[in-house]
């Protein structure tokens, strides 16, 4: 995966979150979309809004839950880039 991996270590901050962007950034964050993949029998479809499939990207930011943080913390004049940024891998 390409990115600036030396940046994101040498953030001064929490390890714990360091290591959650990374998890992020590698698509490792274990959704219902990943399980169901595995053949565990689960749904794929995102408990909170029941409409999609629950990807890392959708928990995030795309779920109507997610979303509503979001539209109050970015500001107004990012908040149509921020929504319209596309996951390559899915």
Known sequence: MDGDW???????????IQTFMWLV??????TNYSRS??????SATCPCCGNVDETVLHVLRDCRSASQVWIRL?????????????????
């Open 6 to 16: 030396k940046m994101l270590w040498g953030w001064r901050g929490p390890h714990h």
């Open 74 to 90: 970015v500001p107004s004049d990012w908040i149509t880039n921020f929504f319209s940024f596309v996951d390559c891998k899915d």
């Open 25 to 30: 950034a590698h698509g490792r964050i274990l």
């Open 37 to 42: 993949r595995w053949g565990t029998g689960v």
